[in-house]
């Protein structure tokens, strides 16, 4: 039986490949037109539309941590750990939004993460490509996971790729 820190781990690790599939069939999907905000202003110090996406497993977690039991709260715990974890690697190091220290940015796994992030954004606003993850994207840029999963260019209507702020 696992303890609810136990879960919240569980959880932390499993929810990478889940971000990854959201981020390939979903942000770079139905939902370009919000995930196009950080692609057209990655490095923006300003909230952009897409930073706005992450009120929703936010929410989720809020609601498991105070209506769920043990298990349901660590699901909900494991969630604001990967949401802060995504956040600082590639919205703290690989875009530099916000300061980080520089040891922290020295280390030779977060450089890796952030010049594999970097791959996605070669579409420059047009549209993200492979890899989707950003803690396995080295494992996923290495062996070609994603390769055939390269999403079509969908240009937004106009008015609707506005950022917020
Ligand atoms: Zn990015
Ligand atoms: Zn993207």
């Known amino acids: 039986m696992l303890t609810g820190s136990g879960v919240a781990l569980v959880t932390l690790v499993a929810l990478e490949p889940v971000m990854a599939l959201v981020h390939r069939f979903v942000f770079n999907g139905?939902?370009?037109?919000?995930?196009e905000s950080h692609h057209e202003h990655p490095t923006a110090r300003?909230?952009?539309?897409?930073?706005?996406?992450?009120?929703?497993?936010?929410?989720?977690?809020?609601a498991l941590i105070s209506l769920g039991g043990p298990g349901l709260a660590g699901i909900g715990v494991g969630i604001v750990g990967y949401v802060a974890a995504y956040i600082l690697a590639h919205d703290g190091v690989a875009h530099g939004r916000f300061w980080v220290?520089?040891?922290?940015?020295?280390?030779s796994g977060f450089r890796l993460l952030a010049q594999t992030h970097h791959l996605h954004h070669r579409g420059g606003r047009h549209g993200g490509a492979p890899p989707f993850a950003v803690y396995a994207a080295?494992?996923?840029h290495t062996w070609h996971v994603s390769k055939n999963f390269v999403p079509a260019t969908k240009p937004c209507p106009p008015g609707r790729v506005r950022v917020a702020g």
Not at 30 to 35: E, K
Not at 101 to 107: A, G
């Open 30 to 35: 139905p939902l370009w037109c919000w995930h």
């Open 101 to 107: 220290p520089m040891f922290v940015r020295r280390m």
């Open 138 to 140: 080295p494992v996923e």
């Open 46 to 62: 300003r909230i952009v539309r897409n930073d706005l996406l992450w009120l929703w497993p936010l929410l989720g977690s809020a």
